[in-house]
């Protein structure tokens, strides 16, 4: 194994005090080096590829240049698009995220928290808090910034960037009711996720305003997921009585595997049955047919997260904000009037957003 090269070496191949090499290659200190004395030890520096130790340059200013990112799954598309926005906006200001996964699991989540609290991250930023997982949240805060980012906790006590999901809900709802749809399914995420219980709360108050009292539910308590969504979608066929005219997914995983259930069993989408998602995640305009959807934009907020967790380790006193973003219907093949409806039609095959 190659010997790792010292500030100590730097300052014997340059022949200066080991303070003064420390004050050369030090952005706040240079300035105390005369400039001839600051290159030659630049060119040792660059001679023997030596690379500051950042985790002890971060002790000594009581920053390690590193934020925690907690999700529950890297590969999910949503999750992926937001963790792209948070490192676009923490690599600009010289931070390198740190990204841990809980799996859905609150003591995984727990053990990501000690984890990087234990390895000195300055800040994190979880997309991962379930509502029992606000006593963890709460304790963990007490020891370092802690940025909520896509889901929320009640009181509003923490950092807070969402979509407005409430909202969200509600413009599927009216989406479909304007498409002349009365019977209506609704696959909903776990109720203990803030992101799937204001979208259920959005979508059925809506439906309540348009004259539906009741929808076909089928809760998933698992996670929402593909495999989640075509176990709901099934489950939603195998009931007794009139087979719903339009679904609701709460999110476009869970809209794509009841697609899938929907086609096997032999049912055209929107002809037989219209499919509205929610996230609109990189390939939903691909699939066949194209999915309606509610966007939420993913990169915008993984950015500004990263943005606000760099605003928080500033001015660490500060009133801890609360963003809220609005979300977009965007419509495309998937919704349609149903076929009983007088004069239905299939909408033009083009996305439209409103």
């Known amino acids: 194994m190659a ?8 300052a014997k191949r340059a022949n200066v005090h080991l303070s003064t090499a420390s004050r050369a290659l030090s952005p706040d200190y240079a300035k105390y080096v005369g400039e001839a004395t600051r290159l030659k030890v630049l060119r040792a520096a660059e001679e023997l590829e030596y690379r500051p130790n950042a985790l002890a340059q971060g002790l000594r200013k009581g920053r390690t240049g590193v934020v925690g990112v907690v999700v529950v799954h890297v590969e999910q598309p949503f999750t992926a698009t937001v ?10 200001v010289g931070i390198m995220p740190l990204i841990a996964e809980t799996h859905g699991s609150s003591e995984r989540l727990r053990r990501a928290f000690e984890h990087l609290i234990a390895w000195r991250a300055d800040a994190i930023i979880t997309t991962a808090v379930r509502y029992g997982d606000a006593d963890i949240i ?16 009640p009181g509003g ?24 749809h009365r019977r209506i399914g609704e696959l ?15 979508f059925r108050a809506a439906l309540a305003e348009g004259g539906v009292t009741e929808t076909v539910a089928q809760t998933s308590l698992v996670g929402a997921t593909l495999d989640e969504g075509r176990r709901a979608a099934a489950a939603l066929l195998s009931r007794d009585g009139a087979r719903p005219t339009a679904v609701f997914a709460h999110n476009d995983l869970m809209a794509v595997g009841a697609m899938d259930v929907f086609s096997e069993a032999g049912l055209s989408c929107p002809g037989d049955i219209s499919v509205i998602g929610y996230d609109d995640i990189l390939f939903a305009d691909h699939l066949v047919p194209s999915l309606t959807t509610i966007r939420l934009s993913s990169f915008h907020l993984g950015r500004m997260a990263g943005e606000m967790t760099y605003s928080l380790l500033q001015s660490p006193d500060s009133p801890p904000p609360t963003i809220s973003l609005p979300p977009e219907l965007i419509v495309r093949d998937s919704t349609a009037p149903p076929a009983e409806a ?6 033009p095959s083009r996305a439209r957003s409103r």
């Open 3 to 10: 010997n790792v090269v010292t500030l100590m070496d730097v």
């Open 83 to 92: 963790l792209r926005g948070m490192e676009n906006s923490l690599e600009a």
């Open 138 to 153: 709460e304790r963990f805060a007490r020891e370092v910034p802690i940025v909520l980012a896509v889901r929320s906790l």
């Open 157 to 180: 006590r923490l950092p807070t960037i969402a979509h407005d999901d409430t909202v969200g809900g509600a413009l599927a709802a009216r989406h479909l009711l304007e498409l002349g």
């Open 188 to 202: 909903c995420g776990p109720p203990d996720v803030s992101s799937f219980a204001q979208r259920q709360a959005g």
């Open 342 to 347: 007088p004069g239905a039609s299939r909408p």
